[in-house]
């Protein structure tokens, strides 16, 4: 890829996805060269992505050039889909899950004005459903 400064990506050394850059250009990989792909419906950069291969994944949030995204789209390896929001729009914020696109956390980033502190869980459609919900601490 030719800027990946502000992207991100999902998958494995044989099979990934690389999104977000500045210039707005999905790519996959094939563990020897990259490829475009279809672009995500929302331009971001400063995005996260978790997936466990190039057949399987989401980005969420991310910064437009103008304002801060809460969507949450899916690849499944030859188009995107919207899922949801989350319920805070941010960038700069971290995934940590089971190397899959399902049962995720997204975990603190940036609004454009200060830092967000929540914890946001979501499952993905391959469950049957999409949701998304705030944890918090009890």
Do not use: C
Request: proline share 2%; aromatic share 8%; net charge negative.
């Amino acid at each position: 890829p030719a800027d990946t400064s502000t992207s991100s990506g999902f998958g494995s050394a044989t099979s990934a996805v690389q999104v977000g850059d500045t210039n707005d250009e999905a790519q996959s990989w094939d563990g020897s060269s990259w490829s475009a792909i279809t672009d995500p419906s929302n331009q971001r950069e400063t995005n996260a992505s978790q997936g466990k291969d190039a057949e399987d994944g989401a980005i969420t949030g991310g910064y437009s050039g103008s304002s801060y995204l809460g969507v949450v789209e899916g690849w499944n390896g030859s188009s995107w889909s919207e899922y949801a929001d989350m319920t805070e729009a941010r960038s700069n914020h971290k995934h940590d899950s089971n190397n899959a696109a399902s049962e995720t956390l997204l975990v603190g980033g940036y609004d454009g004005g200060s830092t967000v502190a929540s914890v946001e869980e979501f499952a993905s459609p391959s469950s049957g459903s999409f949701s998304i919900q705030v944890v918090t601490a009890s």
